[in-house]
């Protein structure tokens, strides 16, 4: 039976030092050698999972296959390994609370009292080995949110104590810090280093390897300072220098040779060398594009770039298959109006109108699908985006006035956009969701066709209200056309006005599924067409 190994990634001195980010390029090496991984995210707050957290507080909220709602780095963890993932990958200590409680008040601890330890640390540990035992993974990488000395991080460094006890040479622990540089006297600073690790030490874990996020490069004595204080080879002290783009650092990560030290350190041999030559294909066009576009993201959380994660990185990927540089410029909808949305979108070759929930912003984005248009400019709509085409139609095309979804406004005479009736009796905010990946069938002719090049496809949803059907004659009659419709449910999918240059409104979150190896066909396509191809 094969042994899993065990990684754990861990963070000191200060928050988003990319812990996500170097596991993913950690993950991305061991399986460029052979190496079958994946990647878990625990998170150490209290909600059950990011579904009803806002984005202002945590930024994108990711949603898998198989309908779980995500940490944002679950995004880079498939856009980097091009391997979906799942419910199981991604544990918050809200979940962990609630299985403890149930369990208690089953009775299945036969009168104990309930404590942090060993009850909670054990329901953590076996989550942590969920994935080893049903997966068939050679390496499991687990990346513990938030920074060492928090105090709700304290029952998972207990469990990584535990199970380094438990596993020896099978776990193995990484704790990234910052070297910060001080202008003034013109040095690298080690002593938060040291600290951090001196923190961890206090805890009972000895961090295996050292990963050092600086601006400027490392230097052998620094490299040697740091690894005597903290008692690591200097092999085990990695340069994680600042880069133009986060997928330029699984190369970075290379250099430093990260993934042989973590193989010898495993007992693991080296297989083949990471070649990688898809990789550095993307990078180069990447750095060298033949082209630029610009391209208008237009939402209501703008302020905050993580809140539309994958929609950005999934416009980077499409602009390097259309050899492209893409430059976003990000919108904010509530400021938007008829006397000044003219200006804002001045010089843009395509209009993206982003997902959302709630009626603030909602006036700014019906004007820019209207301008989009009016004035034949490419058009992407996801998910509220693409309503936001339905409702700007049937109000200005249709005359339909006061046309709207019943999410904004339950009295409309018009509900264009109106709750699935399934969802009509639910009313607890975490369970009123359509989750996960669906099929839909697509019709051909259509630039959803010409994008996919086929007649099927499955995407992730992450919404509550539809398309109306009972309007659906009247738009298409009137030029906008269904030409994604679910083949069990018969609701609509895809939306697209067939005389436009390329007008697309897409119900799914197809930035989801786009990864750097796989680009997702509806950005490719709109890309392209912003383009003028």
Known sequence: MKTTKYIFVTGGVTSSLGKGIISASLAKLLQARGYSVTIQKFDPYINVDPGTLNPYEHGECFVTEDGAETDLDLGHYERFLNVPTSQANNV???????????????????GKTVQIIPHITDEIKRRMKLLGKTGDFDVVITEIGGTIGDIESLPYIETVRQIKWELGSDALVIH???????AASGELKTKPTQHSVKMMLENGVQPDVLVLRTEHPLNNDIKKKVALFCNVSVSSV???IDVPTIYEVPLKMREEKLDVTVLE???LPLKNEPALKPWTDFLDTLKQPENEVNIALVGKYVELHDAYKSIAESLLHAGVSNKSKVNIKWIHSEPLTDDNIAQELVGMSGILVAPGFGHRGIDGKLLAVKYARENNIPFLGICLGMQCAVIEYARNVLHLKDAHSSEMSRRTPYPVIDLMEEQKEIFDMGGTMRLGSYPCGIIKGSNAFDAYQSETTNERHRHR????????KDFENAGMKGTGINPDTDLVEIVEIPKHKWFVGVQFHPEYKSTV???????VGFIKAALGK
């Open 465 to 472: 209200y539809e398309f109306n059907n009972k309007f659906l």
């Open 176 to 182: 990234l810090t910052l070297v910060p540089f001080l």
């Open 238 to 240: 990695i340069e994680s």
């Open 92 to 110: 918050t200590t809200g979940r962990i609370y609630q299985s403890v409680i149930n369990k208690e008040r089953k009775g299945d601890y036969l």
């Open 265 to 267: 350190k495993l007992n």
């Open 517 to 523: 190896l796989n680009p997702h066909p509806i950005f």
